[in-house]
């Protein structure tokens, strides 16, 4: 499959088989990120993965899933992500534009996830506070997203909008 034809089929992924992710992958999506586009080549990001089955309920529970979509997306117990990488920006090394950069490593890590089978979910709504207690994060780094992985447990199609 291209690149082209790959990120036309990738789809948002919120359903999520519980088959663990090896851990070579997700040091694989880390790495392909850590190389994305940095404005000023500053490279301000920082990466944490989360797939300890004890941590993966805690990050969670800081997650607003699919705020907009009616009924909202939130996947049920089963079916819940069996990983996350959190990414960060130092705001220390970034006093602006970090975003660009995190916007660049997901995108990279989302379209090298989709080509190994696996599924994501873009989350920007967190709950920031709690996330940085729970992952113990110091303060001078911005909590920018989380990334959320596993199996697909669904096939989502693009439905034609009437009304747009």
């Not at 519980?18 to 999506?29: A, H, P, S």
């Not at 939130?74 to 916007?103: F, M, T, W």
Request: aromatic letters at 6%; proline letters at 7%.
């Amino acid at each position: 499959m291209s690149v082209y034809e790959l990120l036309l089929n990738r789809r948002t992924i919120r359903r999520f088989q519980q088959k663990r992710i090896e851990w070579e992958i997700l040091e694989k999506l880390v790495n392909v990120a850590r190389l994305a586009p940095s404005g000023s080549n500053l490279q301000p990001l920082e990466f944490i993965v989360v797939d300890d089955p004890e941590m993966l309920p805690k990050v969670f529970e800081t997650t607003r899933w699919a705020g907009y979509i009616t009924p909202r997306g939130i996947p049920p117990e089963g079916e819940r992500p069996v990983a996350y990488i959190v990414v960060l920006i130092n705001s220390q090394i970034a006093k602006a534009g970090g975003q660009h950069d995190a916007a660049a490593a997901i995108m990279s890590m989302i379209a090298v996830a989709c080509e190994e089978g696996i599924g994501s979910c873009w989350i920007g709504s967190i709950d920031r506070d709690s996330l940085r207690r729970i992952l113990q994060i110091p303060e001078e780094y911005v909590i920018d997203a989380i990334l959320a992985l596993g199996y697909p447990n669904e096939a989502p199609v693009v439905e034609e909008l009437t009304d747009s």
